[in-house]
């Protein structure tokens, strides 16, 4: 073990050898007491970590380590340290104070192996860096044995709650506590992580004599553990986040993964992401997208912005080349959802996309069935009677098992409406986000007032909805004439319309 | 004098014309009624409950004489319940209610659902779980039904283990609206059963077994 004499000071470790002897309580041959192996002759498994780290195929231009070490190690340095303190007394000045307090094993491992990895794997050591390198020296897999993780820690709390008669009412509530964990074996699972912080913080409350009672320290098995053994590389790197806008041309594509029954339904994730995962070297994406649409909606125009968060890629660096409009484009090589404006974002881009979702304007292109017969002029009327019209807008029922009830207020800023006959009237119009177009056509039995079919004095329901445009802001458009704002652009796979708005 | 009667031939078959021009609904009309589902049929599939006095004298295990229940024995006390394919439930009056049948008669003057002195329209749901709603039992009375010659209509749930998150104001403000849309706009209110609860209807069983169909309720005579 090393001790903090006094406060932090920085020190270049030139030389190991004369720290690895003074961590380790025991010469060579035999394995150290406290860490069984693994400071002791990290050393020599660096070979081992490093061609884990390769043949899991990374591209990384730095790393950053972290370290696990068994519960096991923590105890028995527990049991060193009492007694330690039993059998030097007043000479041992390290009792657990905040100043003199003993140095974690993760932060040792990573002040030696650090400079060790970096010169092996040929990178330098990043603490803010994008690529994780976990190094492993416990079992925390399923299947159990007698080194696994909980089944020590639950050793441990079984034997702390028999001891809990001796002791006063704090230890008889932790071990109650304990034993509430024990009784959800799953909670166990999951927790374990947990678990060991309070295990270990409730056996250093523990007197000596006690201490030396644990199974942990009685068992000759676990004695003659080389935690060597159980080393596990992990090695994860950030995820990457590629922006940009999605057309969706289908009516029956959803937006995230869908099942309906058995049948399993495109998703506009799956098209995108499908063809582009090898192309990032990942096994798994994620969409967020700035707001969304029905299934059966239509999202036309420039598209709407969205961000893919590929998880773990393997090929960060060489996917840096592949970022460009065409090449993305012709890998993604579907006529249900298209995609350009692509760039790489980093995290508080998401930010400032839950803020477009909340504040563009876009605009709808839509075709409304009227119950009485409707004239060219009542059209007309429609559309100049809403100007800026305010709508109050109760939760839709659709919508109402997921959002709470309330009533909002959204506001139609333009409408156009084209009377194609007797019944039947196609729509244009421009609403701030968050309005639910097809309730302010037919109503929502009432609870969205004005509506399309209230402000005609009749009943009017709507049969297709598109999105024709998301807008940065409604100034930005207020001016234009009617015509030039409800025109569809389409962005088309030419060689000249590269994302042009 | 025949010119005349020539006309007279041709007349009547102009106006029928005309007629039928004026008319909204015609079944040689090219623009007739949608064929695509309204927007109730579109999400929600239509179950009826046939409630008469004498039903409710049984839930509510009252004895009555022959003679009161003679009495009772024709009133139709119909109640809709629509569930949307997301498991909310619109429920209200069906057309056949005595209610709305008679409103010519004796006009509904007024919907309240602070029956039993209870204020339930101050009850306001809160959050997505929508916690707070009134919680239904078969005998709940959801509000009260009063027209213009002092008849008063008690509506009770007939559903248990729901909870009431929505009552239609608008049925309160306008209560001819109950009268003339009840299955759309005049709809009483929504309710809600709990995520991994069950429905219960008046029959014990925890389903709609008790409950009719679109087509099943058609076919049952006025």
């Not at chain 1, 028995?76 to 390290?94: D, S, T």
């Not at chain 1, 994780?132 to 299947?143: K, M, T």
């Not at chain 1, 012709?330 to 974002?345: D, G, Q, R, T, W």
């Not at chain 1, 709470?404 to 421009?430: D, F, G, P, W």
Request: proline share 3%.
């Amino acid at each position: 073990m090393l001790f903090r004499e006094s406060s932090l000071a920085l020190y270049r470790i030139l030389d190991f050898g004369p720290i690895l002897d003074s961590l380790c309580v025991s010469a060579e041959p035999q394995l150290c007491t406290i860490c069984r192996g693994v400071l002791q002759h990290c050393n020599t498994h660096l070979e081992t970590l490093c061609t884990q780290v390769s043949a899991q195929a990374f591209e990384y231009t730095d790393f950053k380590i972290t370290f696990s070490i068994s519960i096991i190690a923590y105890l028995k340095r527990l049991l060193v340290i009492g007694m330690a303190e039993e059998e030097l007394g007043k000479a041992f000045r390290y009792k657990q104070t905040k100043d003199r307090s003993v140095i974690d094993f993760k932060e040792v491992y990573k002040w030696i192996m650090s400079p060790l990895i970096a010169k092996r794997l040929n990178v330098p050591a990043n603490l803010d860096g994008t690529f994780l390198i976990h190094v492993s020296f416990a079992q925390r897999e399923e299947g159990g044995g007698a080194f696994h993780e909980n089944t020590v820690i639950q050793g441990v709390q079984n034997e702390m709650e028999s001891f809990s008669g001796m002791l006063g009412k704090g230890a008889k509530w932790k071990a109650k506590q304990d034993w509430k964990h024990k009784k959800d074996n799953h909670a166990n699972q999951s927790g374990a992580v947990k678990g060991a912080e309070q295990v270990i913080s409730s056996v250093s409350k523990l007197a000596l004599p006690l201490l030396k009672e644990l199974d942990v320290f009685k068992s000759q098995e676990i004695a003659q553990i080389d935690l060597n053994t159980l080393m596990s590389v992990d090695c994860t790197m950030d995820n990457i986040l590629l922006y940009g806008r999605y057309v969706k041309l289908s009516r029956e594509v959803s937006q995230t993964p869908w099942n309906l029954g058995t049948k399993r339904m495109h998703s506009v994730q799956a098209l995108i992401s499908d063809n582009l995962l090898p192309i990032f070297g990942s096994k798994q994406a994620f969409l967020h997208a700035a707001g969304r649409e029905d299934i059966d909606v239509r999202m036309l125009g420039r598209g709407r912005p969205f961000v893919m968060e590929f998880v773990n890629p393997k090929k960060s660096l060489s996917c840096q080349g592949q970022i460009e409009d065409k090449g993305l484009r012709k890998a993604i090589n579907s006529s249900l959802v298209y995609c350009h404006e692509f760039k790489i974002v980093d995290k508080e881009f998401f930010d400032s996309l839950k803020d477009i979702e909340i504040s563009k304007a876009k605009s709808y292109s839509c075709m409304v069935w009227v119950k009485r017969r409707i004239t060219p002029q009542d059209c007309d009327k429609l559309s100049t009677l809403v100007s800026e019209l305010h709508v109050q807008q109760t939760t839709p029922i659709r919508v109402l098992h997921r959002r709470s009830l309330a009533v909002r207020e959204k506001v139609i800023h333009r409408l156009q409406a084209t009377y194609i006959n007797q019944h039947y009237m196609h729509i244009c119009l421009l609403a701030s986000a968050g309005t639910y177009i097809k309730e302010f056509v037919h109503g929502d039995l009432g609870r969205t007032t004005p509506s399309v079919g209230s402000l005609l004095e009749s009943e009017a329901d709507i049969l297709q909805l598109d999105v024709t445009n998301v807008y940065d802001s409604v100034q930005s458009v207020a001016e234009l004439p009617l015509s030039k704002l409800f025109e569809i652009e389409v962005v088309s796979d030419g060689e000249a319309d590269d994302g042009e708005a | 004098m025949e010119g005349a009667a020539a006309e007279d031939i041709d007349e009547p078959a102009i106006i029928q014309a005309q007629e039928d021009k004026d008319l909204d609904m015609g079944e040689s009309d090219y623009f007739s009624e949608p064929k695509f589902d309204s927007v109730v049929d579109r999400y929600y599939t239509r179950l009826y409950k046939r409630v008469t006095p004498a039903m409710i004298s049984t839930m509510l295990e009252m004895k009555e004489s022959e003679e009161q229940l003679a009495l009772k024995e024709n009133i139709c006390l119909d109640q809709f319940y629509f569930i949307h394919s997301n498991k909310l439930v619109l429920f209200g009056l069906s057309p056949r209610h005595e209610a709305i049948v008679n409103n010519s008669q004796n006009p509904i003057t007024g919907v309240s659902f602070d029956a039993n002195k209870k204020q339930r329209s101050q009850n306001k749901v809160t959050g997505k779980s929508k916690s707070g709603g009134t919680r239904l039992d078969p005998r709940t009375i959801v509000c009260e039904i009063s027209t213009q010659n002092g008849k008063v209509y008690k509506v009770r749930s007939f559903v248990g283990n729901a909870y009431l998150i929505e009552m239609n104001q608008r049925v309160v403000q306008n209560p001819q609206l109950l009268a003339q849309k009840c299955e759309s706009d005049g709809y009483l209110g929504i309710f809600i059963v709990k995520r991994g609860e069950e429905i219960m209807s008046v029959e014990r069983e925890k389903d709609w077994a008790g409950f009719l169909s679109k087509e099943e309720y058609e076919k049952v005579s006025a």
